[in-house]
């Protein structure tokens, strides 16, 4: 633990003003926090802002989900980190906890509408069905709802976020751990311009995250994935996504765990003879 509060603020000399997508009292605020200690947060109302925030030198850093473990992964911060000049420079795990908030005074069967983003809601299902007075309304963010029912003044409608959430608008907690699945978490990253240097303080790196496209033709794929076990990394994630404006053609994702910066190294240039374009997206110590 001290060593973690040491490694806190030794990044937080470097990385100060933190984009995230949503509002304050959100897990991506939550996840900001636990990775860097305390630092302004600069809320963003969708992701593409937080990757032109971060570019534009607006804020130092972002922190952007990559991966639920019930939902999968964020498939648009994948195509983001492949078209923008940022890097990968940590990541975290995050416990994902759901709570009915409401403004104080509200009782349990004032409820009548719960708002949250979908995700939040669909994770939430078996106590919002027992929950028969109120019905669920999608909305923007989770703790945007909480931040919306409290400036709206509103009695009769409740959200569904993070814990943070009641403590940054003023609300309470009218039921805690509302969500279906208790091994419920969010992978973030921590994301850098690529142009800039690896902030101190951070852990040595142990895993590597990559983008390439192979030629559309058999056994490319394979041969880049077999260049990859001869360079002695694990393989412990591949994503794939279309290429924009050629139908049936992907650029695959993966994450490789590796002992050294040699070994690195050797993955990635293994891929060269084998693929139409290899990018790197950083190299960090893994959660």
């Known amino acids: 633990m001290h060593r973690d509060m040491e490694q806190a603020e030794g990044n937080q000399t470097e990385l100060r003003r933190i984009a995230i997508q949503g509002e304050r009292g959100s897990n991506s605020h939550m996840a900001a926090l636990e990775m860097l200690g305390e630092v302004e947060v600069v809320p963003c109302s969708v992701s593409a802002e937080v990757i032109d925030a971060v570019v534009s030198q607006r804020v130092d850093a972002a922190v952007l989900p990559i991966e639920n473990s019930l939902h999968g992964s964020v498939a648009e911060h994948y195509d983001l980190l492949l078209e923008h000049p940022v890097r990968i420079d940590g990541e975290s795990l995050l416990r994902i906890r759901h709570n009915l908030i409401a403004a104080p005074g509200v009782k349990l069967e004032d409820v009548r509408n719960v708002l949250s983003h979908p995700v939040a809601l669909s ?4 106590f919002l069905a027992g929950l028969t007075q109120a019905k669920s309304v999608p909305f923007y963010d989770t703790a945007g709802s909480v931040k919306h029912l409290m400036e709206a003044g509103l009695r009769d409608t409740a959200g569904v976020a993070p814990d943070l959430a009641a403590k940054e608008y003023g609300a309470v907690v009218l039921v805690a751990g509302i969500e279906d699945h208790a091994q419920n978490y969010t ?76 070994m690195a190294d050797r993955a990635v240039l293994s891929l060269a003879p084998h693929c139409s374009m290899v990018k790197e997206l950083g190299r960090y110590a893994a959660a």
């Open 187 to 262: 992978r973030f990253h921590l994301l850098r311009r690529s142009a800039d240097a690896r902030p101190g303080g951070l852990p040595a790196p142990n895993k590597l995250s990559l983008a390439f496209a192979v030629e559309h033709r058999p056994g490319t794929l394979v041969a880049a994935l077999e260049r990859l076990r001869d360079a002695g990394v694990d393989l412990t994630k591949i994503e794939s996504r279309p290429v924009p404006g050629r139908p049936w053609e992907y650029v695959f994702y993966v994450d490789l765990r590796f002992a050294d910066d040699a």
């Open 123 to 126: 994770q939430c299902r078996r």
